[in-house]
Each structure stands twice: as structure tokens, then as C-alpha cells.
């Protein structure tokens, strides 16, 4: 991605595996759980964590969250057609995981998967201290993961189990303050954006949504739970918080340092970036409308109130499947969080009075975590959406099970009609999705090159970013020391081995870190006459464009003490002010003027008897725009330089193929026409006589 929180990720886990220190040397705005976990993997395993074995990690995540969804429809349904179905569509709708591999997301994802699934089979079997327990640990786990998705986990189990406390008073009382919670709970969270308009919309959603779930809860009987159940959950939360935080104090945290790291800064942390949620203006009005009807209990007794659900259902089941199609990295996510919200009671209000089995009051337990889950996606609503919704879709599919089969009832000389058509329409639909998804991975894989970077070999990703992201490795590694990057792009430092000048690294470092941070690393940066940076110039222009303009000490330093060097695509390389580098794997067009014909220059390392020139398109299929064979005709000026772009000895001539050896400059006369108009889309590949690449170079500015 354009911002690279996974390489922010990876490169504190680095630093933690090298030096310990977590929140004492190495910043995280995460809690301790993933380093602990990841650091025993690391060490048992040998494992190298880079872009490939993140992206491996997040896979296990998205496919086992996938895999659980389609447990619990199993568990609700015993239909083998429903449960591929479940696994399909959550599979399509976690597909943000693929923006942001290794970020705490996925593992998040998979822990409120894991909690939901948990809870729901020892709610079916009665069993209140494995849902204690299951609770306990996973909700802690999830809380020194990420605090406020940990809090949400454990709010939604902590109600539960009180409402199911055994004094009926008592239990009254606490599904009272349940329901107060889902109404200040969401106001207090969205405070410091209150009231923007899709904030207020945000929270009314929610509650609305909440309070619907909880009238049915309220009916639904609980089983009752013991004060032992209580025990459970207490001791085995306070069980892995005592592992966790034993791990991490004995790779150098004190007491004092984790609580800082894991509860004062992130609710004292300033909002240093937020999102919004695009919200259309009928999801507030479905919202007050589907609540008014769940809490309308005598119109449950009425004979055409299981109809209007079940068509609610599938109307809404619909919109899902066919509000996908073409584009499904968007509209699949965001339809699962705007129209999940309001309709998540709709699919569980029992179709027959009376209906109050375990397995409908596991749905009821699934639903009130998925509920709170969503509050995820405040403030910064981007791939938070897709994590904190995607436990809708088994509800959806059980919902709509549920709904065909009591249609297929209720007119029995066509049961088995509606049945097939139904089933055969939900495989169809499921099946055009993972298509679609599946196309699309085979377009990106067939249509990209291996990014060939250490850590990231095989990444395959848009070419102008692999064009863009091989020449600034390749100069990082020439002429660097000291790396850092505007914002924080650390997946750099991974792969080139330059280390950054502290510990203390964040995306958005310009708001997230101190003063004595920033300070700290100006120093380093200061003592090192060979530190470079990397600055992402559209992602700062976009954050100046949406008012949150980087700056602070370490800012202003940078822009007084480093300039930059050349720029490719949207990257730029800087270096001190004063220093002159070579930029290697470069190209520049000089346009003719009226004495001097149009000139190609070209900065490279290649090694090898070079005899021609391509200037080929950039992107796939990378057709040939410009030919220069080296001959009498288009000769090669051939220049030997030193790392500062001083010329080592003269320049020579070259009219037959000719070995290039280390850093030099070549310049070729050329007669430019309109096809040389657009450099941006174009890259240059120096070859030997049998066609071999020696080096692939980008225009740079």
C-alpha cells in the first residue's frame, strides 16, 4: 500500500527480536501479545519475518477465519452447501487483508472469530465456564493486542455472562445496563470528532442496532450461569495476562513501561488520522425503521410478520450478493458494515413463536460480538471495516437458510422448488464472487513481474511500483547509511538491511512520536553524513490536502538538512543538503533544442557487454516504443563515475558492444518523437547481444 503499516509492523518486530525493549526502546501503538507470540515463533522455528512470511502468516489467519465462520454455520445448519457458501463469501469479505498483511488486524480478526465460535459451542452445550474461559483468555489476548478491539471482545462477554447471572433481579438490571452501555459507550468512544455527521450516524447505527439485538436476548431465556462461571473468566484472563507480561519484562519491559505502552498512550494518543464512514442516507432510515419493528413485540403474533422477515432477508440477502459483482474489494466490505449493522436482528428473530433453542441463543451470542466488533472501524475507517464485519456473513447465510426453508414450509406442493432454486441461486452467486476474486488474483500474478527484493522475491505488484521500488533499493544500498522515511516506510529498511537511526518508528511519526523521540533521532541523523531518506510526496500532499500536515521538530529538521535527489513515480530520494549522489538505475530525456539533438542519459551499475538500448512501455504486455542498437549511427557516450556523479576518467565513445563495469553514465543522441511523450509510462533496459537483460532503469524527475 501507498502507506506501509506493514512494513511499520515488521520492522518493530524486528527490533524487538534484536534488542527487546518493547515501549522502552521499540515504539508500538500495539499491545504485547502479537511481539510475545511472534517472538516464540521466531525462535522456535528460525523464522525470518519479512513481506513474504507476513503475508504467509496473514494467509493462515484469512483462511482460518473463513474456516470458523463456516464451523458455525455448520454447527446452525448441517448443510455441507451452506457451510462452503459461509467460507466463500467470508473469505471475499476479509479481502482487506490483503492491504495490510502482518497488521494486528488479522489476528484480530481470527481472535473474534475464534471468540465467537468458541462461545457459541459452549453456549449449545450449556457449558457457562468454557464460555468463561474461552472469554477470559481470548478477550485478554485481544486486549494487549489492540486495547480498544480487546475492550469491545470483552464488553460484549462481560454483558453476556451478566445477563445470564442467576438472580433474576439481578440479571434484569444488568441487561438495563447493557442497554445504557450500547447507547454511551459509542458517544463516549466518537467524542473527539462529535458531532461530525457520519460520526453522529456512526453511533446512532450502532445503538439502535445494539438495543434491537438486546429486546431479543431479553426474550430469549439465557440459561443461567454461577458466580463460579465468573472465576473462570477473571482467573484465565488474569492467567495469559501474567504469561504476556512475564515474556515481555523479561525482554526489558518494566511494569511501569507496559502500562504506558499498552493503556496510557493509546487512550492519551491524539487523533492523528481519521477516515470516515461513507454512509448513504438511507441506512439511518432503515435503521429507525427496523428498530421501531423489533421492538414492536405484539406484532410478532401476527401471522404476516414471518413473511415480512423473510423477505427482509433475502431481500437484503440479495443486495449483498449482486452489489458485489465487479467490484468486490469495495462494495462487498463496505455493504456487509453499512446494511449488517440495521439488519443483523433481522436474522435472528425466530420465524416460529415461541423458538428459543440453544443454537438460535448461540446466533443471539454471535451477533452481540459482531455488534461490537464493528466499533472498530472508529476513527480511521478503512480496512477496519472489513475486520469488524465480516462475522455478518454467517449470520446472513443462517438467517436466509432458516428463511427459504420456512417459505419452502409454508408452501408445501412447491418445497422442493424453492429449496433447489434457492440453494442452486446462493451457489451461483458464491461461485461468481470467488471468480471474481479469483480472476482478479490471476490478473495481478500474469500482468506483474517478481519484485525480486530481498524479503519481498516474489511479491508480484502494480510495475510502477516494482519499477519505483528497485531503483530506490538499489540507491539505498549504494549510497545509504542511516535510513529513514516520510512518512514511516520501513519495509525499506527491511530490505536493504539499513538500519534506522532508533527504535522509535511509526508510520506517522510526525504526530505519534515526542518530542525527545524526534530529538533523539535527529541526533543520529545529524552524526550520519551518509543517512538518506524516502518520501512518499503524494501520501504527504494527501495528508497536507486532509489537515494533517506532518510536522514537529524531526519535520523541520529534515526539511532544512536533507533535499532531494531524483524522484520516481511518486517516491523521492533524498540525501544531506550539499551532497551530490549518483542516481542509479535512472533515465533522463534531454529534449533537443536548435543545435543539439534530443539526448537519453542513463546513471547505471550493469555489468556486462552491453550492445543495445529498449525503451519498452512500463506495464504489461511492455511493448517496444525505441530501438538503439550501439553502432556508427547511434554511438554511446560511456562515462565512469564516482558515487557523487563526478567522472572518474573521460569520456569514451563506443560504436560496437562494449563492457560496462560498476557505476557509469551513458548518453545516446536519438531523434524523440511523440512516442517518447509520456517517460512516467516508460522504462529502458540495457541488453546484451543475445537479448539478456543487464539492467532495467525508470525515468526519473
Not at 431465556?221 to 515481555?248: C, E, H, R, T
Not at 519505483?468 to 530490505?495: K, T
Not at 540495457?686 to 526519473?700: P, R
Request: with cysteine; net charge positive.
Amino acid at each position: 500500500m501507498v502507506y506501509d503499516d506493514e512494513g511499520y509492523v515488521l520492522w518493530s518486530l524486528h527490533s524487538h527480536f534484536a534488542e527487546g525493549g518493547l515501549y522502552a526502546k521499540v515504539y508500538s501503538q500495539y499491545g504485547p501479545f502479537i511481539y510475545a507470540l511472534y517472538h516464540v515463533i521466531h525462535t522456535v522455528f528460525r523464522l525470518t519475518f519479512d513481506n513474504e512470511t507476513g503475508r504467509l502468516i496473514t494467509l493462515f489467519f484469512w483462511v482460518g477465519s473463513s474456516s470458523l465462520a463456516g464451523l458455525f454455520t455448520w454447527s446452525q445448519t448441517r448443510n455441507i452447501f451452506m457451510v462452503v457458501g459461509t467460507i466463500c463469501l467470508t473469505f471475499c469479505s476479509l479481502i482487506v487483508m490483503t492491504s495490510e498483511p502482518i497488521h494486528p488486524g488479522g489476528i484480530l480478526a481470527f481472535m473474534s472469530a475464534l471468540g465467537g465460535l468458541g462461545g457459541a459451542i459452549a453456549i449449545e452445550r450449556r457449558n457457562h465456564r468454557l464460555l468463561a474461559i474461552t472469554c477470559g483468555t481470548i478477550g485478554t489476548a485481544m486486549l494487549l493486542t489492540k486495547i480498544n478491539v480487546g475492550a469491545f471482545f470483552l464488553i460484549a462477554s462481560g454483558s453476556w455472562l451478566a445477563i445470564s447471572m442467576p438472580n433474576p433481579k439481578l440479571s434484569r438490571a444488568c441487561l438495563w445496563l447493557s442497554a445504557i452501555g450500547s447507547l454511551l459507550v459509542p458517544f463516549w468512544l466518537m467524542q473527539k470528532l462529535w458531532p461530525d455527521r457520519w460520526v453522529a450516524i456512526f453511533a446512532l447505527v450502532f445503538s439502535l442496532s445494539a438495543l434491537s439485538v438486546l429486546h431479543l436476548i431479553k426474550d430469549a431465556n439465557l440459561p443461567k450461569s454461577d458466580w463460579k462461571s465468573w472465576q473462570y473468566f477473571i482467573g484465565s484472563a488474569a492467567g495469559v495476562m501474567v504469561i504476556i507480561v512475564g515474556m515481555i519484562g523479561m525482554r526489558g519491559t518494566s511494569l511501569k513501561q507496559l502500562w504506558h505502552g499498552v493503556v496510557t498512550a493509546p487512550l492519551g494518543q491524539p487523533l492523528a488520522y481519521s477516515h470516515p464512514i461513507n454512509w448513504p442516507w438511507l441506512i439511518p432510515v432503515l435503521s429507525v425503521g427496523l428498530f421501531i419493528l423489533s421492538i414492536s413485540t405484539p406484532l410478532r403474533q401476527k401471522p404476516w410478520f414471518a413473511h415480512v422477515i423473510v423477505a427482509l432477508r433475502l431481500g437484503v440477502a440479495i443486495g449483498f450478493l449482486t452489489q458485489s459483482f465487479g467490484d468486490i474489494e469495495n462494495k462487498f466490505i463496505s455493504y456487509s458494515f453499512l446494511y449488517g449493522l440495521p439488519f443483523v436482528w433481522v436474522m435472528l428473530v425466530p420465524l416460529y413463536p415461541g423458538s428459543n433453542s440453544p443454537l438460535r441463543q448461540a446466533r443471539y451470542w454471535l451477533a452481540w460480538v459482531f455488534l461490537w466488533q464493528t466499533l472498530h472501524a472508529y476513527p480511521v475507517a478503512g480496512s477496519q471495516m472489513g475486520w469488524g464485519s465480516f462475522m455478518w456473513v454467517p449470520l446472513a447465510v443462517v438467517g436466509c437458510f432458516d428463511a427459504v426453508i420456512f417459505w419452502a414450509e409454508k408452501f408445501g406442493r412447491w418445497q422442493r422448488t424453492i429449496k433447489g432454486f434457492g440453494g442452486a441461486a446462493f451457489l451461483v452467486c458464491c461461485g461468481a464472487l470467488v471468480g471474481d476474486l479469483g480472476y482478479l488474483g490471476h490478473y495481478r500474478y500474469s500482468s506483474g513481474q517478481p519484485l525480486a527484493i530481498n524479503g519481498a522475491a516474489h511479491l508480484r505488484l502494480p510495475d510502477n511500483l516494482t519499477g519505483a521500488f528497485r531503483v530506490l533499493d538499489q540507491n539505498i544500498r549504494y549510497h545509504g547509511g542511516l535510513l529513514f522515511s516520510l512518512p514511516g516506510m520501513f519495509s525499506y529498511n527491511i530490505w536493504t538491511g539499513h538500519p534506522t537511526p532508533t527504535a522509535a518508528n511509526v508510520t506517522h511519526w510526525f504526530s505519534l512520536l515526542s518530542n525527545q523521540q524526534q530529538l533523539e533521532i535527529v541526533a543520529k541523523l545529524e552524526s550520519d553524513e551518509q543517512a538518506v531518506l524516502v518520501v512518499q510526496s503524494y501520501l504527504v500532499n494527501y495528508l497536507i490536502d486532509q489537515g494533517f500536515p506532518p510536522r514537529g521538530v524531526l519535520q523541520q529538521y529534515i526539511v532544512n538538512n536533507f533535499a532531494p535527489v531524483f524522484r520516481i513515480d511518486t517516491f523521492e530520494f533524498w540525501a544531506k543538503k550539499g551532497r551530490t549522489v549518483a542516481p542509479i538505475a535512472t533515465a533522463k530525456l534531454h529534449l533537443a533544442t536548435p543545435t543539439k539533438p534530443a539526448i537519453l542519459e542513463l546513471v547505471t551499475t550493469a555489468e556486462g557487454k552491453a550492445s543495445k538500448i529498449v525503451i519498452r512501455g512500463l506495464f504489461h504486455p511492455y511493448n517496444q516504443v525505441f530501438h538503439l542498437p550501439i553502432n556508427q549511427i547511434t554511438p554511446w557516450q560511456i562515462t565512469s563515475l564516482h558515487a557523487d556523479n563526478s567522472p572518474i576518467g573521460p569520456t569514451e565513445t563506443a560504436t560496437s558492444p562494449v563492457t560496462l563495469q560498476g557505476l557509469s553514465q551513458i548518453k545516446v543522441a536519438l531523434n524523440i518523437d511523440q512516442r517518447l511523450s509520456k517517460p512516467d509510462i516508460l522504462k529502458v533496459v540495457i541488453l546484451d547481444a543475445e537479448g539478456n537483460s543487464l539492467q532495467t532503469l525508470q525515468f526519473s524527475h
